[in-house]
């Protein structure tokens, strides 16, 4: 059973820096054709791809935002960290972590989502 | 980036009614080589993540009911609920795969 669960600071200043963890389960980032993606939706609005990072630590980058974020990930925790620089109200927004596979291809299975907010 | 847009934005139907929701992309995602749409449909209800409904435009997720069909190809796509049952309101995105990812700003779908 795969599941993925999101966890970070619910508050962020302007400015600063946000960083997000996305820990699974019932998968390995080592299995050739496994990704792990960042999502965010802010409130009311549609979903947003941010960054992926495959197995083989091939990272991508939304061409948006590619300047401000940082996909890493840690086969051994099974995590995936994504930092995202200069953090703005607009930022604000419900960022889910998502699992891809090759067979599918699109985003079969989603963490629950964690709601960051940014302001002063 | 590929842009995909819905139509429409929102709709109402009556329940056992038919709801069509409309995809169109930017450019094609289309893959020539395996002949496969990179293109998939996801549900969401308040409070919830997205689920996944639909992958290479057709093939049904495990789990989900028959009613919910995807069909279209190259640009134009399509997710068709065949009889609309209360717990199918929500909103509904589609999703290209093809070349990064990106989503369409989505469809709200009620009971009339």
């Known amino acids: 059973q795969i599941t993925l669960k999101e966890s970070g600071p619910t508050l962020v200043k302007p400015t600063q820096t946000l960083t997000l963890t996305c820990t699974f389960s019932g998968f390995s980032l080592s299995t050739s054709g496994v990704g792990v993606a960042w999502i965010r939706q802010p409130p009311g609005k549609a979903l947003e791809w941010l960054a992926l990072?495959?197995?083989?630590?091939?990272?991508r980058y939304s061409p948006s935002l590619k300047s401000r974020l940082t996909i890493t990930k840690d086969t051994s925790k099974n995590q995936v960290v994504l930092t995202m620089t200069n953090m703005d109200p607009v930022d604000t927004a419900t960022y889910y972590c998502a699992h891809r596979y090759t067979l599918a291809g699109a985003f079969d299975y989603w963490g629950q989502g964690t709601l960051v907010t940014v302001s002063s | 980036d590929i842009v995909m847009t819905q139509s429409p934005d929102s709709l109402a139907v009556s329940l056992g009614e038919r709801a069509t929701i409309n995809c169109k992309s930017s450019q094609s995602v289309l893959y020539s080589s395996n002949n496969k749409n990179y293109l998939g449909w996801y549900q969401q209800k308040p409070g919830q993540p997205p689920k996944l409904l639909i992958y290479w435009a057709s093939t049904r997720e495990s789990g989900v009911p028959d009613r919910f069909s995807g069909s279209g190809s190259g640009t134009d796509f399509t997710l068709t609920i065949s009889s609309l049952q209360a717990e199918d309101v929500a909103v509904y995105y589609c999703?290209?795969?093809?070349?990064?990812?990106?989503f369409g700003q989505g469809t709200k779908v009620e009971v009339k």
């Open positions: 990072i495959y197995w083989d630590d091939d990272k």
């Open positions: 999703h290209q795969y093809y070349r990064t990812w990106t």
